[in-house]
């Protein structure tokens, strides 16, 4: 319901996002279901970080290398899955195996206490949801194209009700305490959470499979068109829709550009909710269970923001809402610095900047989508360069921390600088290739400009007979 009811109501007054969205239902929302599996996994890592810290012997700089060793399995899960679809095809069949795979690392995880084997696991874990993130994104991408901005907001929205319910998971079985995790003889609850998150991938496992026979089943039974001509002349509703897009050396730099922007926007994302417990534990001697409905207040927010992306994509412009989303953030995280002894800061300056960041990634990538091809390998560049963002920055903000707690906010901050002033030049550039390099759509050309002098003449004189252009 929460995903589906949102593009519903606002899909009414698009006809053909709706017609795709009642022919694709199912689809979407087992894209859907697999982002909120591949949140849930994410966003268990920080409320669990200081009990994995003491599970593996290691320190929160060691586990911050682990962190980037997840990103390094991201990325090289997105590049693998990215040249699959590209050259095999079949993203449903390795979507599901993705799932099982990291289903199946998450169920192991609390058995590792050895910190190498531990990094392995997650690594091997990463790498399966790094192609979860790049094939769900690409069969959406494929399937809605033009229509693409509300329903890639809805399903990254998934990926934020995840990241709720993982807190909400692990909430009661962590120990109120700031000394429950020291020493050998810990409390072990922790693991529940880790294996219920597991299992509950166990029925999108089985929904996907029952789904892709279906698929393959009624590729048998596809009825012929009754007029073949007439049916490759007709346009679809993707060519009816599709934009005018960049070809060459000047979609090759956007592409470069957005990368970048990427790498540093997904870094603060993630690092934010990797560390805001720790941080809130660290600075404001919070108890782990406060600190985690921190987390969990970050999240949700997360999930408030892309709950509305999906109405806002609708009337808003894809770089407006970027724009006002970066302004937010760099607000945010300089209260947050400035009044680093405030609990009062860190819970509202969690939400808002939950909801800021959470609209970010899905709006800058539907806006590049209008004039650039966005297929499986483009996209696996991306991903590449958001998880490159997401080993590198969070690692930086964890040795900041380790340093001192506040020095996360102040690396956030910079980062966020640096996200904003690039997402300025990105759109500068973008504007003069479209100026330079595009033609105007046909709609645009015929409502949107009005006739000259000559042409008002042509139509005058056209009526009189013997006069005409020629004439003219």
Known sequence: WVLTRP????????????ALLRQHLESFLLDSVAFIHMGSIVGVVGPTLIPMAAQTHTSLYEQAVVLALRSVGFFLGSIVAGQIFDRIGKGNEFLLLSLFASSLTTFLMPFIPNVYLFGILSLVQSLALGMIDNLAQVLLMRTFQANLGPFLQAIHCGFGVGCVIAPLITGPFLVNSKDAYTGDDFDQQYKNA????????????????TYIYRQRKAVGYAPLEKDPEQAADKPTIEEENKPVLLQGPPATKLIAIMAIFLFLYVGCETGFGSYVTTYAVKQLDMTQQTADIVNFVYWLSFVLGRLAGIFLSLRVLPNLMVRADLLFCTVTLVLLFVMRDSQTVLWIGSAIYGIAVATVYPSAVAWLSERVDVGGKVLSYLVTAACAGDALIPMAEGFAMNSHPVYFVGVAMCFVVLATTLFVVLELVMARMVRDHCKPPREIVELGTLP??????VALCADEPGVGEAGL
């Open 7 to 18: 593009v519903l109501l606002a899909m009414t007054a698009k006809p053909p996002a709706m």
């Open 194 to 209: 880790f294996w219920i998150l597991s299992l509950a991938c166990v029925p999108t496992m089985i929904w996907l499979a």
């Open 452 to 457: 000259s002098r000559d042409d008002e003449a």
